[in-house]
């Protein structure tokens, strides 16, 4: 059964903080008090045809390889390099945003970024279904960048039920809102490597939420950071 939500963020949530670019992001990361566990840019959709860029990443029949893997992910580790997200000239302005948010997060954070991945998700979903139940990840804080495709489901720890059967799993509340990123969004949520402070929840949506119920592939960018 579908859930309503809303891509609207909550007014006066005292686990969100709204900022305006990455630099205020990450300064934001330095004061937040122990109550946050969210940080958004929503800085509006980008230029590029990232919902067909998503297609041909995870089209496993494409001659050139070089870019292209079967399975959900780009690249896991190491960073990623321009010739790495160069497919075709169509993809230049999409893939230009997507090196620049590399670019930029390298920069601003120098070593520590652990672990990052370009994800192209299709229309089954993730393969490992507990994704697509609330959760929190098992990291410190959690970098993510939506590009295409509805972004990342959540609800307010105040909104849920922790399941007791699943270490990290949680359900909604039978009156809990429940919200999802935007293509363009821009966040920083917080796992359970966090002592002290409470985790973000969230789950993958279903992918035939899209605008008219047509499945639109996701794309995001994610990086899994040191900083505590």
Same mark, same amino acid.
């Given at each position: ?133 609330? %959760? ?41 809102? %429940?919200? %999802? ?48």
């Amino acid at each position: 059964m579908k859930v309503p939500f809303t891509t609207e963020l909550p007014d006066n949530y005292n686990r969100l903080i709204q900022v305006g670019s990455l630099e205020e992001m990450f300064s934001a990361v330095e004061s937040a008090g122990p109550d946050v566990n969210l940080i958004v840019w929503r800085r509006g959709a980008l230029e590029g045809d990232f919902n067909t860029l998503a297609e041909c990443l995870s089209d496993s029949s494409l001659e050139d390889k070089s870019i292209s893997y079967p399975e959900l992910y780009l690249k896991s580790t190491d960073i990623i390099q321009p010739e790495d997200l160069s497919l075709r000239s169509q993809f230049n302005i999409a893939c230009a945003a997507i090196y620049k948010d590399i670019k930029d997060l390298a920069e601003l954070r120098p070593g520590d970024v652990e672990m990052h991945t370009l994800r192209s998700v299709g229309h089954h979903g993730y393969e490992e279904a507990d994704i697509h139940d609330f %959760h929190s990840d098992q990291d410190y804080w959690r970098f993510m960048a939506c590009y295409s495709g509805l972004g990342t489901e959540w609800i307010k720890n105040e909104d849920s039920i922790k399941d007791d059967t699943r270490d990290g799993f949680y359900y909604a509340a039978e009156d809990a809102a %429940h919200y %999802h990123f935007q293509e363009g969004d821009v966040w920083l949520q917080s796992g359970e490597g966090l002592t002290g402070r409470a985790p973000f929840l969230h789950r993958a949506p279903d992918i035939t939420f899209n605008e008219g119920d047509k499945p639109q592939k996701r794309l995001m960018y994610v990086a899994d950071l040191s900083m505590s």
